[in-house]
């Protein structure tokens, strides 16, 4: 079955940790994206790649970062300079630009 | 840059009755997604809209897009259980998609 695979489902993280989010597809799609969700806001793109080894900031970067050395995999590293991480975290692919997406079942983020 | 914006934010609707949500853009789009979240879940696409005013119909939904291609609507005709969730809708904005912040959608059964 093809698809999007985010783990953890839920993940907790410490004051001053940097804890990494992944997300792997098997759909042969070239580009991935990395939202974040908060109650009552919809999706906010943290980060983008539309190709091997390249990516680009979305709306919401700072404190986060990513990297695309497969094509399969886009993980996101939450870092201890991202002071409010509790959200949502989807991760999303499709065959690039306007085509639709199709969304892993995310992760949640907590703060202990 | 370009946003889409979703109204209104909730809706309460009675099992049977028929509601709409509205999505408006200040720019004309060159297509028009639509995705629903069930609670706890993720979004999945449902349906994209490319032509001046189209429409399309999946079962109990029909999509519209606009004449000027700057608004869409979702029209749920007699509203069952299952249509709990978050409706988004999407355009496109320098190559990537921008979503409305949705429509979310309880039943009173």
């Known amino acids: 079955d093809g698809g999007i695979t985010q783990s953890p489902k839920y993940l907790f993280r410490k004051e001053g940790q940097n804890v990494t989010l992944s997300c792997e597809q098997n759909l042969n799609h070239d580009a991935m994206y990395w939202y974040r969700q908060d109650p009552g806001q919809g999706l906010r793109l943290i980060y983008y790649?539309?190709?091997?080894?390249?990516?680009q900031k979305g709306d919401i970067a700072e404190g986060y970062s990513v990297s695309r050395e497969k094509k399969e995999s886009f993980p996101l590293t939450v870092t201890s300079a991202q002071k409010n991480p509790t959200a949502f975290y989807l991760c999303a692919s499709n065959l690039g630009g306007y085509q639709p997406q199709h969304f892993g079942d995310g992760t949640r983020l907590s703060i202990l | 840059g370009q946003q889409v914006m979703q109204i209104p934010q909730y809706q309460h609707v009675q099992e049977g009755e028929d509601f709409t949500t509205y999505c408006n853009s200040s720019t004309t789009l060159s297509n028009i997604q639509w995705y629903k979240q069930r609670p706890g879940g993720h979004p999945v696409f449902l349906i994209q809209?490319?032509?001046?005013?189209e429409v399309k119909k999946q079962k109990r939904l029909t999509f519209q897009f606009g004449e000027a291609k700057k608004n869409s609507s979702l029209h749920i005709t007699a509203t069952q259980t299952t249509d709990v969730g978050t409706y988004f809708c999407a355009g496109p904005r320098d190559y990537k998609l921008s979503f409305g912040a949705g429509t979310t959608v309880t039943v009173r059964a």
């Open positions: 809209l490319v032509k001046s005013g």
């Open positions: 790649s539309q190709i091997v080894n390249d990516f």
